[in-house]
T-cell receptor
Framework: LAKTTQPISMDSYEGQEVNITCSHN???????ITWYQQFPSQGPRFIIQ???TKVTNEVASLFIPADRKSSTLSLPRVSLSDTAVYYC????????????FGIGTKLQVIP | SQTIHQWPATLVQPVGSPLSLECTVE??????LYWYRQAAGRGLQLLFY??????ISSEVPQNLSASRPQDRQFILSSKKLLLSDSGFYLC???????????FGPGTRLTVL
């Protein structure tokens, strides 16, 4: 499994765009990149998944450069309710029995 | 639609007592099932996963065990709890052949 590295914590003011970068230098050809969000005392929730270039949904955007050794989760105009821990995972789509949720990035949105 | 249930929501147990946490999934068939533990301020640790009835894979050697007596039921057990077993236990499921995991509400276990 490819190892991922993320910042432990980030602070942002309400209304700003937040970008969280994840490094995965040993990502394999078949690996996808998936981000989850976890609120306190809740289980993680799937946010977005991508393989290359850019993916966008109603919650976030995911930017993946050509070499795929990193990825950036972009949250537009964050609000206080976006305060959570964000996890970056790398693994084979469809064969995901073993995944490692690291410590993640704790995002604190400040009013 | 699919839903996942865990109970109890909170549990306080003395050291050396047994444990049984239950997880059930509704609205899907033959899901992959997972048990995770999250210690305070830590990431999620995968404990067990199952791809079918009676098929359990253990990721971390410990005094916990898991069973899958029915297709959509996953049970986490211990014969004798340790202080280090305290934490937030999460059950998750994914579709057969898919990777996105859907988590239950969790059980917060405190061992005293």
């Amino acid at each position: 499994l490819a190892k991922t590295t993320q910042p432990i914590s980030m602070d942002s003011y309400e209304g700003q765009e937040v970008n969280i970068t994840c490094s995965h230098n040993n990502i394999a050809t078949n690996d996808y990149i998936t981000w989850y969000q976890q609120f306190p005392s809740q289980g993680p929730r799937f946010i977005i998944q991508g393989y290359k270039t850019k993916v966008t949904n109603e919650v976030a955007s995911l930017f993946i450069p050509a070499d795929r050794k990193s990825s950036t989760l972009s949250l537009p105009r964050v609000s206080l309710s976006d305060t959570a821990v964000y996890y970056c995972l790398v693994g084979v789509s469809g064969g995901y029995q073993k995944v490692t949720f690291g410590i993640g990035t704790k995002l604190q949105v400040i009013p | 639609s699919q839903t996942i249930h865990q109970w109890p929501a909170t549990l306080v147990q003395p050291v050396g007592s047994p444990l049984s946490l239950e997880c059930t999934v509704e609205g899907t068939s033959n899901p992959n099932l997972y048990w995770y533990r999250q210690a305070a301020g830590r990431g999620l640790q995968l404990l067990f996963y199952s791809v079918g009835i009676g098929q359990i894979s253990s990721e971390v050697p410990q005094n916990l065990s898991a069973s899958r007596p029915q297709d959509r039921q996953f049970i986490l057990s211990s014969k004798k709890l340790l202080l280090s077993d305290s934490g937030f236990y999460l059950c998750a499921w994914s579709r057969e052949g898919a990777d996105t995991q859907y988590f239950g509400p969790g059980t917060r276990l405190t061992v005293l």
